[in-house]
């Protein structure tokens, strides 16, 4: 069978790329072995932010309790709130196809590899078939990385899929890696009554984040009772006795219930023969691209499998520009433009754009202008002790917007928008930001006196 476009992997990119040809008038055909909506639906960002949703009511009654408002309890039914996920994943997953087979593309359940130039092969149960094609796109994904001595066992160590899948809320936990999963599920686990101890090797905690904005994270997690150890590397982690063992470089040695091996993720690359098509992959197995996504003629790699910004959306966007691509739509190259990013959970981390450390070490002039988020009052409404909105500029334009506490991933969008459109305090007045809205602390931190940033 052939077909215009062959694309493996039915994740957020792969599927924004093949609605979007579809509606260009291509023959398409999509690939998927697992679950249709890849990692972020099934196993990542979507679990993880509904079994935060359900703890979000007891970081509100803490922070109430602290200002002496309010009292009581919240009990939560793991297993009633593990089935509910399961449900909704699994719906949504089905929802996915049947949208993609009603825009008229043909899916395939099975693994998709490359096999040649124009050429992929689908392996199921039922044995292979052999499909050709004008263009492929990669668009399978990643999985969560393990090293040496750092590798889940499906018994007490785990990786973030095994920890969402826990039958019951482990009495502690160990988390090496304090990024993103490490620091959302350590959240969620933390407000279920876990001991939380979590290891990272950087000098500090959400170690890509502004130094700043990472020291408030320290000590939100240290009010909450969580151990943070930082600057040391995990050397073993085993099942031993039915309890994680971790043993650190320091000589240290760590035990709990469980633990979860966050170290960031690998692309599924293995076994996809993507050479046979021309492809070339980078260190630790990422297909490489040029400025239009293109790994090779007739070859394109869209979202975690090229390792430029491993996030859904990231792959969206890029699943998008390829298919206007191919549709002959665009003829420019690929420009993210600044990403936006968050950590959730009862303190949240957002930012797009960059930091003020990475804009030094390019050599750039660089201030910054911030305010405390507890001047707002809706943070307020919420019982918001601590945070604060930064601004990062070099030179004159706005490079990059971060901000740390109460439900500042809200604010992702509208920091991006100010930002893209050169809102400098010379153009806000041609924005009516409503009041009171949370997003009323963006422009205000725009606004506030800038300080220069030498180091």
């Given at each position: 069978?052939?077909?215009?476009?062959?694309?493996?992997?039915?994740?957020?990119?792969?599927?924004?790329?093949?609605?979007?040809?579809?509606?260009?008038?291509?023959?398409?055909?999509?690939?998927?072995d697992?679950?249709?909506?890849?990692?972020?639906?099934?196993?990542?960002?979507?679990?993880?932010?509904?079994?935060?949703?359900?703890?979000?009511?007891?970081?509100?009654?803490?922070?109430?309790?602290?200002?002496?408002?309010?009292?009581?309890?919240?009990?939560?039914?793991?297993?009633?709130?593990?089935?509910?996920?399961?449900?909704?994943?699994?719906g949504?997953?089905?929802?996915?196809?049947?949208s993609?087979?009603?825009?008229?593309?043909?899916?395939?359940?099975?693994?998709?590899?490359?096999?040649?130039?124009?050429?992929?092969?689908?392996?199921?149960?039922?044995?292979?078939?052999m499909?050709?094609?004008?263009?492929?796109?990669l668009?399978c994904?990643?999985?969560?990385?393990?090293?040496?001595?750092?590798?889940?066992?499906?018994?007490?160590?785990?990786?973030?899929?095994?920890?969402?899948?826990?039958p019951?809320?482990?009495?502690?936990?160990?988390?090496?890696?304090?990024?993103?999963?490490?620091?959302?599920?350590?959240?969620?686990?933390?407000?279920?009554?876990?001991?939380?101890?979590?290891?990272?090797?950087?000098?500090?905690?959400?170690?890509?984040?502004?130094?700043?904005?990472?020291?408030e994270?320290?000590?939100?997690?240290s009010k909450?009772?969580?151990?943070?150890?930082?600057?040391?590397?995990?050397?073993?982690?085993?099942?031993?006795?039915?309890q994680?063992e971790?043993?650190?470089?320091?000589?240290?040695?760590?035990t709990?219930?469980?633990?979860?091996?966050?170290?960031?993720?690998?692309?599924?690359?293995?076994?996809?023969?993507?050479?046979k098509?021309?492809?070339?992959?980078?260190?630790r197995?990422?297909?490489?691209?040029?400025?239009h996504?293109?790994?090779?003629?007739?070859?394109?790699?869209i979202?975690?499998?090229?390792?430029?910004?491993?996030?859904?959306?990231?792959?969206?966007?890029?699943?998008?520009?390829?298919?206007?691509?191919?549709?002959?739509?665009?003829?420019?190259?690929?420009?993210?433009?600044?990403?936006?990013?968050c950590?959730?959970?009862?303190?949240?981390?957002?930012r797009?754009?960059?930091?003020?450390k990475?804009?030094?070490?390019?050599?750039?002039?660089?201030?910054?202008s911030?305010?405390?988020?507890?001047?707002?009052p809706?943070?307020?409404?919420?019982?918001?002790?601590?945070?604060?909105?930064?601004?990062?500029?070099a030179?004159?334009a706005?490079?990059?917007?971060?901000?740390?506490?109460?439900?500042v991933?809200?604010l992702?969008?509208?920091?991006q928008?100010?930002?893209?459109?050169?809102?400098?305090?010379?153009?806000?007045?041609?924005?009516?930001?409503?009041?009171?809205?949370?997003?009323?602390?963006?422009?205000?931190?725009?606004?506030?006196?800038?300080?220069?940033?030498?180091?």
């Open positions: 069978m052939h077909y215009d476009v062959i694309i493996i992997g039915g994740g957020p990119g792969g599927t924004t790329a093949a609605k979007e040809l579809a509606a260009g008038g291509k023959k398409v055909a999509i690939i998927e697992k679950h249709w909506g890849g990692t972020c639906l099934n196993c990542g960002c979507i679990p993880t932010k509904m079994l935060l949703g359900a703890t979000a009511p007891l970081g509100l009654l803490k922070a109430q309790e602290r200002l002496r408002t309010m009292k009581g309890s919240i009990d939560i039914d793991y297993k009633a709130l593990q089935t509910r996920v399961g449900r909704f994943l699994k949504s997953s089905q929802t996915l196809a049947k993609l087979a009603a825009a008229g593309i043909t899916l395939y359940e099975g693994r998709g590899v490359c096999a040649g130039k124009g050429q992929a092969i689908v392996r199921s149960e039922s044995g292979e078939e499909l050709t094609t004008d263009n492929i796109i668009s994904g990643s999985s969560s990385a393990s090293f040496p001595g750092l590798a889940p066992d499906g018994d007490a160590v785990l990786d973030s899929t095994g920890v969402l899948n826990l019951e809320v482990p009495e502690s936990l160990i988390i090496v890696g304090a990024g993103a999963i490490g620091l959302e599920l350590g959240d969620f686990f933390g407000m279920m009554g876990s001991k939380i101890t979590i290891v990272e090797a950087a000098p500090h905690i959400a170690p890509t984040e502004d130094a700043d904005i990472a020291k994270m320290d000590r939100v997690q909450a009772g969580r151990t943070c150890i930082t600057g040391v590397m995990a050397k073993s982690l085993v099942t031993k006795d039915g994680a971790l043993t650190l470089g320091d000589g240290r040695v760590l709990a219930s469980k633990a979860l091996v966050a170290v960031g993720r690998t692309p599924n690359t293995a076994g996809l023969d993507c050479e098509a021309g492809c070339t992959l980078k260190r197995g990422f297909v490489d691209v040029n400025d996504l293109e790994a090779a003629e007739g070859v394109y790699a979202g975690d499998v090229n390792g430029l910004t491993l996030l859904a959306h990231a792959a969206d966007h890029q699943g998008a520009y390829v298919a206007r691509r191919i549709l002959g739509h665009e003829k420019g190259v690929y420009v993210p433009g600044p990403v936006p990013s950590i959730y959970g009862s303190t949240e981390i957002m797009v754009g960059q930091t003020a990475g804009l030094l070490a390019a050599g750039k002039s660089v201030s910054v911030q305010v405390p988020l507890t001047l707002n809706i943070a307020q409404a919420a019982g918001a002790s601590g945070g604060f909105v930064k601004v990062v500029w030179g004159d706005i490079a990059g917007i971060a901000a740390i506490g109460h439900g991933s809200h992702v969008t509208v920091a928008l100010l930002m893209v459109g050169g809102y400098t305090p010379e153009r806000l007045h041609e924005v009516m930001i409503g009041h009171p809205t949370l997003d009323e602390i963006v422009p205000a931190a725009i606004r506030a006196p800038r300080v220069a940033v030498t180091e």
